[in-house]
């Protein structure tokens, strides 16, 4: 893989994915996601985001369909082969290693850095507004400084592929709109492609080009971000939407 390389995201294509939990509903998603594209995953709680996103992320197997990433299958593939980093909620940095450590954990799953890895961890960490607390361990950060952690390793990595799910879930507004200016500086730069699962429209509005309505399981709609953030979309869609600006 070409880490120094001027930006490039991988499209995505699911062809008919199917998967159930044991004794879960039955999952299905057929979805076209372009290259470099940020696309929003909405959609009720249960409807199926973090399982889109596991699965092509590779947490979990589906029973039949093709996974496409950049035109190659990767449904054989181990997550830690195939072209993609996630971040998630919480719980994305290992407690024994400092700041330094985890984010160098993306160039090397042994810690095994040489001069030029240790450079652009300290060169991410910068990026990332952590100079100075790279000796730290993640419990001595405040949660926004947690997920720049995993967004450091995130942008040493340079995966094709970005899953988000419901990163900034857990941070105030003002830190949050930070982070997604972030992701959008980082998507400047390297141009991968973004899914991100959200439950807020303001995320997707501020970051998003495309929207992905997740629906008892299956992808119920897609279309651009604004289209559905006007309203002018389904009815199915405005009732979510609508639920959850009440609940806030
Ligand atoms: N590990 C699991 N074992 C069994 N069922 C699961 C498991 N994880 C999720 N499910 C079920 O699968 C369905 C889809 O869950 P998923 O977590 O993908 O939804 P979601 O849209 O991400 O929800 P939320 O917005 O609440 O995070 C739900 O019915 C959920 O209860």
Known sequence: MNRTASPQGAPIILEDLR???PGGA???FDLSVEASDMVAVMGPSGSGK???LSLIAGFESPSSGRLLIGGEDVGGLAPHRRPVSMVFQENNLFAHLSVAENVGL???VRLHLGE???QAVRDALART???GKEDRLPQALSGGERQRVALARVLIRHRPVLLLDEPFASLGPAL???MLDLIAQLHAEQGMTVLMATHDPRDAERLCRTMVFVDGGTIAETGPASEFLAGA???AFNRYVGSRREMK
Do not use: V
Request: cysteine-free; hydrophobic content about 25%; glycine content about 8%.
């Open 19 to 21: 998967f159930a939990y």
């Open 26 to 28: 039955p999952i299905r």
């Open 50 to 52: 973090s399982t889109l």
């Open 106 to 108: 993306g160039r090397s």
């Open 116 to 118: 030029a890895d240790r």
């Open 129 to 131: 507004g952590l100079s």
């Open 176 to 178: 949050r709109d930070e």
């Open 233 to 235: 979309r389904s009815e």
